[in-house]
């Protein structure tokens, strides 16, 4: 079977399908197709830097672990607040805690962690200084949005109080 595609060849006169053409056809088709899927691979994977659990598998097996930190949390009965103000180059972060019983905790170290919602590369974390009896403050620079607010507040490396919330920044 002898296939004629009415292309015109060099003396006029029509040329014939052949297999080398076949093949340079479907070689070139799934080339590009290659081709383009790779450059968006790429682009997704550079641009996308938001993972919410690096190790699904290790938080499951820190669960328990978490589950214990959490009651005893609750059992402090801390009062804790924090809140945020424009300040130069940035916002103040201001954090207060106090004891069940209303007392200033001192000596605590604080730190916050402003995670953004869709792309780690952003987030922001600060190390809070004490200011005052039972406050701590320090500076935060990132840009308006919605963010999680990661609030994590120890003594002597043992972790007392944490606490996760979403967050409107102006």
């Known amino acids: 079977m002898n296939l004629r595609v009415p292309k015109i060849g ?4 029509p040329r014939p399908l ?11 088709f799934f080339g590009v197709v290659i081709a383009v899927n790779l450059v968006l691979v790429r682009e997704a994977v550079s641009t996308f830097g938001g993972v919410d659990t ?11 672990a978490e589950a ?13 607040g924090a809140r945020l103000a ?3 180059g940035g916002k103040t972060v201001t954090v207060t805690a106090a004891d ?9 170290s604080v730190n916050v962690r ?6 780690d590369r952003r987030d922001v974390s600060v190390a809070l200084q004490e200011t005052g009896p039972g406050t701590y403050a320090g500076l935060a620079v990132m ?14 490396g043992v972790r007392l109080f944490h606490s996760m919330n979403r967050i409107m920044v102006q």
């Open 143 to 156: 840009n308006a949005g919605q963010w999680t607010l990661d609030l994590a507040i120890g003594r002597a």
């Open 114 to 119: 402003f995670a953004h919602p869709a792309d």
């Open 100 to 108: 069940a019983d209303g007392n200033a905790l001192s000596h605590l």
């Open 68 to 80: 214990a930190a959490a009651a005893a949390q609750d059992a402090l009965h801390w009062q804790v």
């Open 10 to 13: 060099a003396g006029g006169r």
């Open 18 to 28: 052949t297999g080398r053409m076949v093949l340079a056809m479907l070689l070139g």
């Open 54 to 64: 690096p190790s699904s598998y290790q938080a499951g097996l820190n669960f328990k």
């Open 86 to 88: 424009p300040a130069a």
